[in-house]
């Protein structure tokens, strides 16, 4: 069985989130072979009060703990809860989000035919918010165009020339998610494909399992969090940044007259 911990970050939770949160703790606890699943609720002391009393109506019986963190900054959230972590792997999971309930015996026997790698994703079913499924995500790790003959092994280049493969609901390996330092705040809605680059840079290997495992609601980011042209910086500078281990704090200066 794999030994794993589920990380939600919490920001908010508002009404339309408790339904949403609801749904995703019903899906873990629907998942098979679940014996060594646990789940790690981090955020703000009052939004986790919230999601304790919450949790518990569900009647799930996932065993869980709670890591209070003031910041909602997610990348700072998820690292605070990576090392708060005693498992080998970990996932991320957002609380619109579900698991499918064969994730983990999806994904086991490529574990086994595809050993030490430090992040295994998966296909993922990207649905809108009533639940009708839209396209699928992470698929590109088995296309040929990208990756030649090594099928489900993502290399520098093919990300590179897909930078958008999901990492939610992958399962990670936390020794060496803390060796590569994380993920890092500054780099926002390009973290993954920061972290990616630099992960991969250090010799480590990412794979995608050929099963969906996850389903995911994609956020909704205004212009006023992240224009596109920051968002075009953020992607651009990912490849830059991923030489440095430590997050140097970038930032997006506005072009002059735009």
């Known amino acids: 069985m794999i030994d794993v911990t589920i990380i939600m970050p919490l920001k908010k939770l ?7 949160f609801t749904k995703a703790i019903t899906s873990i606890e629907n998942l098979r072979e679940k014996d060594n699943v646990g789940l790690l609720l981090v955020g ?59 994730w983990l015996t999806s994904i086991e026997p490529f574990m086994k035919a595809n050993l030490s790698k430090s992040v295994y994703l998966t296909v993922i079913g990207v649905v809108n918010s009533d639940g009708k499924q839209e396209y699928f995500g992470n698929e590109m790790g088995w296309n040929p165009s990208y990756v030649n003959d090594n ?11 897909y930078p958008d493969f999901i990492f939610h609901g992958g ?8 060796s590569v330092h994380g993920l890092k705040a500054s780099m926002k809605i390009a973290m993954w494909y920061e972290f990616a680059l630099r ?24 212009e006023k969090e992240i224009s596109m042209e920051e968002g075009r910086w953020l992607v651009e500078t990912a490849d830059e940044e991923s030489h440095f281990d430590e997050d140097r704090g970038l930032k997006f200066e506005k072009t002059e007259g735009k």
Request: with cysteine; glycine share 2%.
């Open 44 to 102: 703000p002391s009052k939004i986790l009060e919230k999601a304790e009393e919450i949790f518990k109506k569900t009647e799930s019986k996932i065993s869980y703990e709670l890591l209070p963190i003031e910041d909602t900054n997610i990348a700072v959230q998820i690292n605070q809860a990576a090392l708060s972590c005693a498992s080998k792997y970990f996932s991320v999971m957002e609380i619109t989000d579900t698991y499918t309930n064969n």
């Open 14 to 20: 508002n009404k339309a989130d408790e339904k949403h």
């Open 199 to 222: 992960l991969l840079r250090k010799g480590k290997e990412i794979y995608v399992v050929p099963k969906i495992g996850y389903l995911h609601i994609p956020l909704q980011i205004s």
């Open 171 to 178: 399962l990670i390996n936390t020794a060496d998610f803390l």
């Open 151 to 161: 099928l489900g092994q993502i290399t520098e280049e093919a990300i590179k020339a």
